[in-house]
């Protein structure tokens, strides 16, 4: 405690040093947004479900076939159906982000390892990026896009 090592400069120091009760704060915020994300996909997940006959193109024989399979197939389905969505991607970046707390690398940017600014973490809990990498990001995206 209190030990001064000058040869490490404090921007390392404080790099990825999340306080474990900022941790905490940031891990409530995180389950209660994926709380809120998936209540509100339940009526999605139902209308994934409700159109999953008409994919088989109408063909009964075929489709009782795989009756079965059933289970996993509707599973399956309904994972990429809901992480198609943009809920489903956001709950998937949430996940992400409850699995970086528990390995203590929340609040490091994935692109350069800076630490990501507390305010934007609190806007965006689940913020990946520091601001200047999202910038750059958006850039690529708009000049691939069109
Ligand atoms: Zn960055």
Known sequence: MGKRRKSLC???????????KELEKFEALLLEKRKKLISEMGHLKKAALETTPKDSAGDISSY??????????????????????????????????????????YGECLECGKPISRARLEAVPHARLCINCKEKEEKEKLKQGQ
């Open 10 to 20: 404090p921007e390392f120091l404080r790099k990825g040093k999340m306080k474990k």
């Open 64 to 105: 009782s076939y795989h009756m079965a399979d059933q289970g996993t197939d509707t599973m399956e389905r309904e994972k990429a159906f809901l992480l198609a969505s943009k809920d489903g991607r956001l709950l998937y970046h949430i996940d992400e982000a409850l699995r970086r707390i528990k390995d203590k690398t």
